[in-house]
T-cell receptor, first 111, second 114 residues
Framework: NAGVTQTPKFQVLKTGQSMTLQCAQDMNHNSMYWYRQDPGMGLRLIYYSASEGTTDKGEVPNGYNVSRLNKREFSLRLESAAPSQTSVYFC??????????FGPGTRLTVL | GDSVTQMEGPVTLSEEAFLTINCTYTATGYPSLFWYVQYPGEGLQLLLKATKADDKGSNKGFEATYRKETTSFHLEKGSVQVSDSAVYFCALSDGNSGYSTLTFGKGTMLLVSP
């Protein structure tokens, strides 16, 4: 099993550009998540999907949109990137117990 | 809402020293508690978990006990190694709504010197 995979691993954008971060899991988990990690801030939840066909806002959803394409895939879109969105983005999926499995992360820089 | 507070770092220790990283939580229900570890340049890995009061999670020499009365889940290790240098995150999952979202503390960096 590959676990949770994310693409790309690194990305540099200019302010105002758009991009989509891709995430896929092969563990048949219902729940998937997008977090961002910033120095001194821990991990903050952007959006989550409790099950296929549903998505909900987390703690910091502004400037982002998500799509739960199917049970395996959960994408995060930045429509108009801003320097404040420079961060490391982690996708995760979880079992019912709450045990989370994380992808390797995407390092995004917005100039 | 749910929250997790953990001690600020960095925690700097010599090899074979005793480690404690404090973690306290606030939750409305009966959460599961986790410690995750993040090595440089990598994603988070589950280190240990506890699902109910008085449970002790353990893995790789690390331990943490779910203390409902003090709402705490402190991470301990009797003898740290240089390879334990990483960032440690305490987290909780409420799981009361048919799904689970993880709420994380801000992380504590551990630096172990030879």
């Amino acid at each position: 099993n590959a676990g949770v995979t994310q693409t790309p691993k690194f990305q540099v954008l200019k302010t105002g550009q758009s991009m989509t971060l891709q995430c896929a899991q092969d563990m048949n988990h219902n729940s998937m998540y997008w977090y961002r990690q910033d120095p001194g801030m821990g991990l903050r939840l952007i959006y989550y999907s409790a099950s296929e066909g549903t998505t909900d806002k987390g703690e910091v959803p502004n400037g982002y949109n998500v799509s739960r394409l199917n049970k395996r895939e959960f994408s995060l879109r930045l429509e108009s990137a801003a320097p404040s969105q420079t961060s490391v983005y982690f996708c995760a999926s979880s079992e019912w117990s709450g045990k989370g499995f994380f992808g390797p992360g995407t390092r995004l820089t917005v100039l | 809402g749910d929250s997790v507070t953990q001690m600020e770092g960095p925690v700097t220790l010599s090899e074979e020293a005793f480690l404690t990283i404090n973690c306290t939580y606030t939750a409305t229900g009966y959460p599961s508690l986790f410690w995750y570890v993040q090595y440089p340049g990598e994603g988070l890995q589950l280190l240990l978990k506890a699902t109910k009061a008085d449970d002790k999670g353990s893995n790789k020499g690390f331990e943490a006990t779910y203390r409902k009365e003090t709402t705490s889940f402190h991470l301990e290790k009797g003898s740290v190694q240089v390879s334990d240098s990483a960032v440690y995150f305490c987290a909780l999952s409420d799981g009361n709504s048919g799904y689970s979202t993880l709420t994380f503390g801000k992380g504590t960096m551990l630096l172990v010197s030879p």
